[in-house]
Nanobody
Framework: QVQLVESGGGLVQAGGSLRLSCAASGRTFITYAMGWFRQAPGKEREFVAAISWGGSNTYYADSVKGRFTISRDNAKNTVYLLMNSLKPEDTARYYC????????????????WGQGTQVTVSS
């Protein structure tokens, strides 16, 4: 069992940066790939980025590639999402998830979810 709690969301102007954190509880955290997803009002939840259990492999959605960076600190049971050059279209609720593979982009493949943190980018 893994519990996930996101933090770090907020309101930022376009072009700005935010760093999201996801704190995990449970000794099995290190065995899971970790991912970030987002969901805007009226839209489906979509894949943003993911990282392998050891942190050596990452995978990004095309829409965020080159702007977002995912990382993890297994000693702290925490995964991060650094978001630079934010755009209004990045506005969404961001969710952390634990799952089988960093290449699994479909939300049903992921086993554990946090409650999310809101990111709003103003133009």
């Amino acid at each position: 069992q893994v519990q996930l709690v996101e933090s770090g969301g907020g309101l930022v102007q376009a072009g700005g940066s935010l760093r999201l954190s996801c704190a995990a509880s449970g000794r099995t955290f290190i065995t899971y790939a970790m991912g970030w997803f987002r969901q805007a009002p009226g839209k489906e939840r979509e894949f943003v980025a993911a990282i392998s259990w050891g942190g050596s492999n990452t995978y990004y959605a095309d829409s965020v590639k080159g702007r977002f960076t995912i990382s993890r600190d297994n000693a702290k049971n925490t995964v991060y999402l650094l978001m630079n050059s934010l755009k209004p279209e990045d506005t969404a609720r961001y969710y952390c998830a634990a799952g089988p593979s960093q290449y699994a982009v479909d939300p049903p493949s992921w086993k554990y979810w946090g409650q999310g943190t809101q990111v709003t980018v103003s133009s």
